[in-house]
Nanobody
Framework: QVQLVESGGGLVQPGGSLRLSCAASGSIANIYVMGWYRQAPGKQRELVAI???????NYADSVKGRFTISRDNAKNTVYLQMNSLEPEDTAVYYC??????????????WGQGTQVTVST
């Protein structure tokens, strides 16, 4: 069984920074995509950033230049460095991975979510 565990959310003032982490555990053969999504109250879940297994990245326009996604393949972990945070960034952040084991392909695994609140 493969699981994703997130950490790093919290309360931060506008202009501050946070770093989210998401680690995958289990009998993993390959993680072909890693990403972060977020869902604010009353809104649909949206893509924040994604990184492929070759390191290629894609960001939502609203976070370009402020957020950086990275991955550590040795640790099966994806990070989201968030700088210059704004109140509009307040949401529950979810990591998402596409993972294959020796026998199974999981195209859409989700973490449990971590709350990020940007407020004075």
């Amino acid at each position: 069984q493969v699981q994703l565990v997130e950490s790093g959310g919290g309360l931060v003032q506008p202009g501050g920074s946070l770093r989210l982490s998401c680690a995958a555990s289990g009998s993993i053969a390959n993680i072909y995509v890693m990403g972060w999504y977020r869902q604010a109250p009353g809104k649909q879940r949206e893509l924040v950033a994604i990184v492929g297994n070759l390191g290629n990245t894609n960001y939502a326009d609203s976070v370009k230049g402020r957020f950086t996604i990275s991955r550590d393949n040795a640790k099966n972990t994806v990070y989201l460095q968030m700088n210059s945070l704004e109140p509009e960034d307040t949401a529950v952040y979810y990591c998402n991975m596409g993972i294959s084991t020796m026998t199974t392909r999981y195209d859409n695994l989700w973490g449990q979510g971590t709350q990020v609140t940007v407020s004075t």
